[in-house]
T-cell receptor, first 113, second 115 residues
Framework: KAGVTQTPRYLIKTRGQQVTLSCSPI?????VSWYQQTPGQGLQFLFE???????NKGNFPGRFSGRQFSNSRSEMNVSTLELGDSALYLC????????????FGPGTRLTVL | GENVEQHPSTLSVQEGDSAVIKCTYS??????FPWYKQELGKRPQLIID?????GEKKDQRIAVTLNKTAKHFSLHITETQPEDSAVYFC??????????????FGKGTHLIIQP
């Protein structure tokens, strides 16, 4: 089976812009979770989508949003970018919801200037 | 929400020795405890996990133990090798009214294997 893929791998944006990241899960997986990884805060949960529904959201502002399509691919959007949004954004897919047996993608490195 | 504490933040061991990393969690409803290994510049990789209906699970040189009463779980690596050098993360599910949602991660342990 092909692993989790994410595009793009690297992004450079300026403050105030918006960005869309994409995640393709392992075939057959219906859950996609998104995490932000920074040196200071570590790995933090953003949100999880399961069967096109957002199940829960972490403690992030409304500028962070996402969606999931019928083929389980997911996108994450960040609007009005701030310097502090610079991070590695990881998605993880699993067969069942709730964080069980999650497999991570390679991540998208976002730099906000 | 769930709170996961991980210790130590850095662990240096001689090649061939054992390494132990410990985590505590706060939500007694937690029933799943994975460990991830992240090498520099790479994605976190699931190396072992345990569900709350067992107390220990082994896979070759790695094992995880769980003490539900004390709300802590540990990763044990025996006969450490240079390729074990990485950052290791423990995690536990967070819960809302609708069930488990995503994982709360510990801050990570940088394991250094000294030759």
């Amino acid at each position: 089976k092909a692993g989790v893929t994410q595009t793009p791998r690297y992004l450079i944006k300026t403050r105030g812009q918006q960005v869309t990241l994409s995640c393709s899960p392992i075939s057959g997986h219906r859950s996609v979770s998104w995490y932000q990884q920074t040196p200071g805060q570590g790995l933090q949960f953003l949100f999880e989508y399961f069967s096109e529904t957002q199940r829960n959201k972490g403690n992030f502002p409304g500028r962070f949003s996402g969606r999931q399509f019928s083929n389980s691919r997911s996108e994450m959007n960040v609007s009005t970018l701030e310097l502090g949004d610079s991070a590695l954004y990881l998605c993880a897919s699993s067969f069942e919801s709730g964080g069980y047996e999650q497999f991570f993608g390679p991540g998208t490195r976002l730099t906000v200037l | 929400g769930e709170n996961v504490e991980q210790h130590p933040s850095t662990l240096s061991v001689q090649e061939g020795d054992s390494a132990v990393i410990k985590c505590t969690y706060s939500d007694s409803a937690s029933n799943y405890f994975p460990w991830y290994k992240q090498e520099l510049g790479k994605r976190p990789q699931l190396i072992i996990d345990i569900r709350s209906n067992v107390g220990e699970k082994k896979d070759q040189r790695i094992a995880v133990t769980l003490n539900k009463t004390a709300k802590h779980f540990s990763l044990h690596i025996t006969e450490t090798q240079p390729e074990d050098s990485a950052v290791y993360f423990c995690a536990a599910p967070m819960y809302s009214g609708g069930g488990a949602d995503g994982l709360t991660f510990g801050k990570g342990t940088h394991l250094i294997i000294q030759p």
